[in-house]
């Protein structure tokens, strides 16, 4: 089994003028797609070993929600707030060790930067959408970029 990134875009959030930017919570249309993501991610048997999440309300909310369905508990990581990239992404895989499965929970624009940076493609990461980056050696290809839509069909929701 090789190594695989899941990135996991936090869900629909409160405007930009509700409360400060970090503050900011999740409506009630982001919680649902934070909880079909967790089911979704079930429903396709993919065995997350570790998790982590920005300290960004949004983003901490969506990674507690989804990872009740996969029964693991998110840590927050501070480079996830902003500025994450290819190298601390690595850098978590490598800690986690071979053959795990990694999931982040944060923001955009950061998420697709990482996906282009590893892999060489280019994607737009929906609010709730997932990414999955395989790994082998030092090749990285994304193998599945879901929309919430797509997320929901697959959660059964």
Do not use: Y
Not at 22 to 45: H, I, M, P, V, Y
């Amino acid at each position: 089994m090789a190594q695989q990134l899941w990135l996991l875009r936090h869900g629909e959030a409160e405007p930009h003028d509700a409360r400060p930017d970090f503050d900011r919570e999740l409506t009630d249309r982001g919680r649902s797609q934070a909880r079909n993501a967790g089911r979704a991610l079930a429903a396709l048997k993919v065995e997350v070993h570790l998790a982590f999440t920005s300290p960004r309300v949004r983003a901490r909310d969506t990674a507690l929600l989804a990872c009740q369905a996969l029964g693991i508990e998110p840590v927050e990581h501070e480079a996830l707030a902003a500025g994450f990239d290819a190298d601390e992404a690595l850098a978590l895989l490598a800690a986690a060790g071979p053959d795990q499965r990694v999931l982040v929970s944060g923001h955009e624009p950061d998420f697709s930067q990482v996906v282009h940076d590893l892999t060489g493609g280019r994607i737009d990461m929906k609010k709730g959408g997932i990414a999955g980056v395989r790994f082998d050696g030092t090749l990285a290809e994304l193998i599945v970029l879901l929309r919430p839509r797509e997320i929901d069909r697959i959660a059964g929701a």
